[in-house]
């Protein structure tokens, strides 16, 4: 009798938590109803398609090429205006590949198996030409693939990912991307309000006693509730913040100290976001190397104007870093760069030439150890907007060069904040 009570008292305890998941889950849900996706009219994708070929013949021009093979997910989104190839998350090749002329003709270069959606679904309207193949004949002594593009192209095709033995131009096709077209920008600006209305949203519900990766579960899910696939999922806690710079995720459990940071991806274009979150005062170190490393933020800021190359902003923001008292921090971890239709376009190292352009993108990261600080900005003609501004998130406001910006600080929550979890559950790793 006694142990038939006990099983009955379990039972009502299990079905009284489930309950509380699935109320949790479903609160969840209706917070994070995302605004209407700004996704682009074919009118838009028309004049996109229309301008980006314009470059690429160009680019062909310049160097004597027949055509342009773009097989790279990102890039079939950059050309099209938004649309998605991608089979295998973790891949950069795409289901199919867009072959572009010298004279202006744009196919979509298919196998059969993929051809139909893509047709359906994704270049619809925009002008692209079928040619098919079947899905295996890519792979036989006689490359059928490689047969229709030479039939099309000619011998002077290139490609942005290696293929039998074209040339490839991946770095010249990224340079293609810059500037932004209006439309483009329109959509990154509500990627950075989505992006980071889910980390900051993160960062106020997690507790004390979760787990890194099940920081990470509920970060995916948030994001991909608002329709933004995550490609980054950075997620610290404690001593592994100090320890490294790029947290993957473990099972290690939040005490006091954690960090989220992703990057999302809608359209092709990304957004990359840190925020930090700190239960109890913080520890007088922290709080001044959170501080320090907004103030070297705030440098990268100020310098990331149009012309300015990317070493003399890196040798600005390793100046600060000195002024700081952290010379030679900057060697520690990359500082980030150009963001656009990939998590870094590229990364500034010393001597690098590159050069920022108006309507371009930027996700600069300076670490010092325990720190961070990143957002993604715009450089527009009107100067540079943030994309990534948390509403009512606690901030650094930095002066440099005579003008005052805001920088991110570390949330602080109560101690106590510890009792929340056992309101909100968490499904347990696996």
């Not at 993929?114 to 925009?126: D, F, K, Q, T, Y």
Request: aromatic share 8%; glycine share 6%; net charge positive.
């Amino acid at each position: 009798m006694k142990d038939y009570k006990m099983t009955e008292h379990i039972s009502i305890f299990s079905t009284l938590s489930l309950l509380l998941i699935f109320a949790f889950c479903a609160a969840t849900a209706r917070a994070q109803k995302p605004a209407a996706a700004p996704s682009p009219t074919l009118a838009e994708r028309n004049a996109e398609v229309a301008e980006k070929v314009r470059r690429v013949r160009a680019f062909l021009e310049r160097e004597k090429l027949s055509g342009v093979l773009l097989g790279h997910v990102r890039n079939f989104a950059w050309l099209t205006g938004g649309g998605d190839s991608h089979i295998v998350l973790g891949s950069p090749a795409g289901a199919a590949s867009l072959l572009v002329l010298a004279d202006g003709r744009k196919f979509l270069i298919s196998p059969n198996n993929e051809s139909l959606r893509l047709m359906n679904e994704e270049v619809a309207g925009l002008g692209f030409e079928l040619r098919e193949y079947k899905w295996f004949e890519d792979k036989l002594a006689v490359d059928r693939k490689m047969q229709i593009v030479r039939e099309l192209a000619g011998s002077a095709v290139a490609s942005d990912l290696p293929y039998a033995d074209l040339r490839v131009v991946e770095k010249e096709i990224a340079a293609l991307r810059v500037p932004l077209m209006e439309s483009e920008m329109r959509r990154l600006r509500w990627l950075g309000q989505e992006t980071t209305e889910v980390v900051a949203d993160v960062a106020r519900k997690v507790s004390p006693g979760i787990s890194e990766r099940q920081m990470e579960a509920l970060t995916a899910d948030a994001l991909m509730r608002r329709g933004l696939r995550p490609t980054v999922l950075l997620m610290g806690a404690d001593e592994r913040i100090r320890q490294y710079r790029h947290a993957t995720p473990s099972d290690a459990k939040l005490k006091r100290y954690a960090m989220i940071n992703v990057c999302a991806e809608r359209w092709g274009l990304t957004i990359a976001v840190t925020r930090f979150v700190h239960f109890g005062p913080l520890p007088k170190e922290l709080a001044e190397r959170a501080a320090a490393v907004a103030r070297v933020d705030a440098t990268y800021l100020a310098h990331t104007v149009a012309g300015a190359t990317a070493d003399e902003i890196l040798q600005a923001a390793a100046r600060a870093y000195e002024k700081e008292g952290y010379p030679g921090e900057w060697e520690k971890h990359h500082q980030g760069g150009a963001i656009g239709y990939m998590e870094r376009d590229w990364v500034t190292f010393p001597g690098f030439a590159e050069t920022v352009h108006i309507n371009q993108a930027f996700a600069w990261n300076p670490t010092i150890t325990g720190t961070k600080s990143e957002d993604t900005v715009l450089v527009t003609e009107k100067g540079l907007e943030v994309l990534t501004i948390s509403k009512d998130w606690p901030a650094i406001v930095v002066e440099v060069n005579g003008k005052k910006w805001k920088r991110p600080a570390i949330l602080v929550r109560p101690a106590e904040s510890s009792g929340t979890q056992k309101s909100r559950p968490v499904p347990k790793s696996r």
